[in-house]
Structures are given as C-alpha cells and as structure tokens.
C-alpha cells in the first residue's frame, strides 16, 4: 500500500483493527520516509531496529484484539524526553553522548499503550527558542516553503512539527513551556495541544521552566490528539505535581456538537498592527463557532500585556535553577582542562562550551532576577503578575466562558535567518499569543485554519478551561470540520 | 536600571559561564535589552497581590519517607565524563 505513513492516527487505527495491514509495514513506510528526509533536519537519533521490535509486538497484540487505539502507531519523540538507552540531549552540545538509563513517564506510558517509537526530534536547544535555529543538530526546514526561500518550522519542537507535516510518522510529542506546541503546530499547518499544567507527568522530560513545562501531541488532525492525549495523562509518583483528576475518554468526547457553548474573543489580543490576514482569519473562525451554534462574546483579558515580560523573567529564573546540574561532573560533556585548572574552571568552560548563545542568555538573566537585591524588583514581581493574569482568566470563566478564540501565531513561519540580526526580545514575541496560558496553567490547542496570501498554514488556538481539555477538543473539532483544512506541503525534500 | 560590563561579568561568574572578556559589552548590551523589555512590569498595580507558588490549587501529594529506589551505581555512573572506582572524579579541590 502505498503512501501509509500519510495517515491520521485514527485512519491506521482502523485500518490495522481490520487486519488490513500490520504495524510492521506501517512502521516500515516511516521508517523509509525519514531516511528520505535528511533534508528537513527533523530525525537526529534514528531507532529503527527499536522501532520494528516495538511493530512486532505491537503486531502480536492486534492479533489477539482489544488493543489501545495507540497500539502499533509509528510516533515521533521531542529530543527532550529520555528514552532509556537512546540518546538524549535536549538538542545541546552539554549533553553530548548523554544516554539515559531510564525512560520518562510519558514515552512510557505511551509504550504501554502499544505505540511504536522511530526515534529522536531535532528543537531548539533545552526548549529555548521560537525558530529550531538554537540547535546544536543545525537547523529544521518546514517542508511548507516559498519559492526557494527556507523556512522555519517554528519552536522548539521544529522538529516534530516539522517531520509530522512531512508525514514522516503519524504524530509526535513536544513540550511546551510558552507556547512550543503551538506556535510550530500552527507554522506546519498541524494541531498541537498544550494539556492543563499537572496533566502529563514531567518525569524524565529535561526540565527547562518547572512550573511552565506540559508535554502534549501533535498531530494531523484533532481526533488524533484526542487518541493520543489520553495515555499520556495521569497522576505519577515520579512528579508530585502530576494530577490523580480521572482522565476521561477524550475521543469519545468528539461530538462536533458545541450548541450552547460560549467563546470569548479577548480584546486584548487584537494587537496594534496586527497582520490583517490574521485579523481576518480570527474573525471567520468566530462567525464559524457562530454558526455552530456557539455564542461568540468579547471578553477583556486586562493583563494580557504584561504576560511576555512575567514570562521573561519567570522562565529564565527556573532555567537558571535547573540547568545548575550541567557541571560537567555527573553526565555530559566536561571542557578538557589543561593542568593546574580548578574545579572552578572546569564548571565555567563545560558550561560556556557546553551551552549555545541563547542558553547562556537565559541562564545568566535567569541568574540576575534570582540574585540579592533584584529578586522582589524582579522575580516576586514577575510571579505577581503571573497571579493577576491567571485571575483574568478565571474572572473570564466565572462568567461562563467555555473557551477561548485567539490567533496562534502573529504571523506565518518566516524564513531561516530572518532574526539573526533582531533582538532577542523580537524573537520572543513570537509567543505573545501562547504565552499567557503556561503562566495560567490552562490547556490550549492550535489548529490550522487557513492559508495565507503566500500560501503557508496559520493557525487559531482556542484556550479552555483548567481539566477541560476534552471539551475544549470537541470545540477544536467543531471548528476543524468547518475550516476543512486538508492542505499539504508539496513534496520537495 | 542599567548594566554594565562589570556587572555582566558578575553575573557571568554567578551562572559559572566562562565569558570572553571582548563580549562582555555585547552581552551587557542584550541583557540591557532584555531587561528593558521587562520593566514594563513596573507600570503594573501589585499592591496586595500574593506571588504565585503553585499554578493549580491542588496540594502535593505526601508519601512516606522511604528509600524506594536505590543500588544502582554502575548506571549512575554510566554518564559520567570521568568516574573512577565508583566515584565521580574532579579536579583537586583542597590542596
């Protein structure tokens, strides 16, 4: 059969239920597909020969019936989740080598459920990015591309938003601290969720911001996150920040059914000299929600301005306090010393070694709002803010608000490079639309909605309540079956 | 609120990050930038508001204080750039 790997979760579900096919072969179309797609620098630690083990038994379960929705599906992995024996190294040179003798909850909860793992994704380095250009494994090119310009997949999972839209695997996980999901989801013209904070268990996931971090799905269609999300959830003694809140049948949540709901569309988002692409892209899928049946109401959302900056001084603070471990003494890469050099020494050179720009950047700020004498002007302030946008956001449901609607990004994937000469803080505003929600803890979900006037994917991201995710996936749904997003990057690579 | 070159080198040595002496001013310069961008916090109202600890009200869950893991020194080990009869070796650290 040709073309498998271009299938949604759901699709080979079915397909390998029906004895149609096997696991093996499906997992051998990916397989093929990523050698043939060196190109986009998505795969950077490949596991095949795993990969059709994983097939094999996930074939013999099929066999017997009653397998999970998940058994036998081909799956990506963001380079940040340790996978026991496989290389993992946040995509960064201090981690060069480091293999893992043990394997994170979530890869392993999702073995459990019979899925099948093809290897390890290229991101930004330790999650720092917008762009997938801080990775020590060189960049990740969108398969969706203009004329010959190259461009990015978005960050820091590029690489699994990247080798999904590619159809190198049926879905992957990523992370998301502030908004590393759904901005490259909605670059590639996929759907990623950001589960609700304490959802998916951080376990063997390198830490980047703690209070920040969620795993969640990315895939080609929102059933498929719905299949995917459910196994990836619950409550793990490994993290005590994981939540015993009964995981429900996301899928079966799917009804399309959204009468009665209400939406809201804050004010707050519709930023000065915003992309009127954007704008209109944002209108239409509220007169569609509309049109489903949904009641549309705006909604103010007063301390939205203030997110990006809390965020930036938040993020950094908790990446300062958890990349203290790479010291060169108990794994990664320690700087060669010449003779007579300190302990002292060794710390500063592995870690300026060790670490790319961007890194160093933020451990350093990080370092900075933590230190005596900036830490109420800096830090207690930043976590203030943080309570207040939070607020906003319950005040905004109290009301009855069941989700949401705001653009993802503020403008489509921009070409590689474009930013090497801007600030960082322009960077950073990549995630002005995403960012809000990690700070509140709250699940949100990208979906592609449209194409722009050059005719890249660009997406809307409906925020929902704390443990709603299902129903904000029906919601996402709803929408998904409205826009009829179907298109595909032509072929290059 | 400004920094300077001695400051950047401050914080450099805080973080154990070896920085050229001839970046010090560009990376003052970002940190500038960075922090510029920040002090918009300072427009905010935060008279009586509780710094956020935990994201979600719920409360951690408390186990029973016991070794549930443990005799694995050869995979603790296993990473480390210089590991010498069980040990993690290092420079000399007292003459």
Not at chain 1, 70 to 84: H, N, R, S, T, Y
Not at chain 1, 123 to 148: H, L, Q, R
Not at chain 1, 335 to 343: D, F, K, R
Request: overall charge negative; charged content about 25%; aromatic content about 8%.
């Amino acid at each position: 059969m040709a073309d498998i790997n271009t299938w949604t979760i759901a699709e080979a579900r079915d397909k390998l239920r029906a004895k149609e096919i096997t696991s093996e072969e499906l997992t051998l179309s990916c397989i093929a597909a990523i050698d043939a797609a060196d190109a986009l620098g998505a795969f950077v630690h490949k596991t095949p020969d795993e990969a059709l083990d994983q097939a094999k038994s996930a074939d013999l379960l099929l066999k017997q019936g009653d397998a999970h929705s998940l058994c036998g599906i081909p799956l990506g992995v963001k380079d940040l989740f340790a996978c026991e024996g496989v290389p993992t190294q946040a995509a960064s040179k201090i981690l060069d080598g480091f293999k893992p003798g043990y394997e994170s909850t979530v890869t392993q909860n999702l073995k459990n459920a019979g899925a099948v793992t093809l290897g390890k994704l290229n991101m930004d380095e330790f999650a720092m990015g917008s762009s997938n250009e801080t990775s020590v494994y060189g960049n990740v090119i969108n398969p969706w591309k203009i004329s010959d310009k190259l461009l990015t997949p978005g960050g820091s999972s590029g690489g699994s938003a990247s080798a999904v839209a590619a159809d190198l695997c049926l879905a992957a996980i990523g992370t998301d601290t502030g908004g590393s999901i759904r901005q490259p989801a909605a670059f590639t013209g996929i759907v990623g969720v950001k589960p609700t904070y304490g959802r998916c268990s951080r376990w063997g996931i390198v830490a980047f911001a703690s209070s920040l971090d969620q795993a969640g799905p990315m895939c080609k269609s929102v059933r498929d996150t719905a299949i995917m999300l459910e196994p990836m959830c619950g409550f793990d003694k490994k993290d005590s920040t994981s939540s015993d809140n009964a995981v429900p049948n996301f899928e079966a949540m799917l009804t399309g059914d959204i009468k009665g709901k209400k939406i809201g569309i804050p004010r707050e988002y519709r930023l000065e000299g915003m992309s009127p692409q954007i704008e209109s892209l944002w209108q239409d899928g509220a007169e569609m929600l509309r049109g489903a049946g949904a009641e549309v109401v705006d909604i103010s959302l007063p301390h939205t301005k203030y997110a990006l900056p809390a965020y930036y001084v938040i993020a950094p603070a908790e990446a300062s306090s958890n990349l203290a471990r790479y010291d060169g003494v108990r794994f990664g890469r320690r700087a060669t010393l010449s003779a007579g050099e300190s302990i002292t020494e060794m710390y500063e050179r592995s870690r300026s070694e060790g670490f790319g720009m961007e890194v160093q950047r933020r451990v350093m700020i990080g370092t900075y709002v933590l230190s005596a004498g900036f830490y109420d002007a800096y830090y207690n302030r930043a976590r203030k803010v943080r309570s207040l946008i939070k607020q906003d956001f319950e005040n905004v449901f109290s009301t009855g608000v069941d989700a949401i609607l705001t653009p993802t990004t503020p403008s489509a994937a921009f070409e590689l490079g474009k930013m090497e000469s801007a600030d960082p803080v322009e960077m950073y505003l990549n995630d002005v639309f995403t960012v809000t929600v990690n700070l509140a803890g709250l699940p949100g979900i990208s979906i592609p909605a449209g194409l722009s006037s050059e005719g890249l994917p660009l997406g809307l991201q409906l925020i929902g309540r704390p443990w709603e995710e299902g129903d904000l996936m029906n919601i996402a749904y709803s929408l998904e079956s409205t826009t009829g997003f179907v298109d595909k990057p032509e072929k290059w690579w | 609120m400004s920094i300077d070159r001695a400051t950047a080198a401050r914080v450099a040595k805080l973080a154990r990050i070896k920085v050229d002496e001839n970046s010090l001013d560009s990376l003052a310069n970002e940190f500038n930038q960075i922090l510029g961008f920040i002090e918009q916090l300072n427009e905010v109202d935060v008279e009586g508001v509780e710094p956020m600890t935990s994201v979600s009200p719920q409360k951690l869950k408390r186990r029973v204080d016991q070794v549930s893991d443990g005799d694995q020194q050869d995979k603790v080990l296993s990473n480390a750039p210089d590991a010498r009869e069980g040990f993690f070796a290092v420079p000399k650290v007292v003459e």
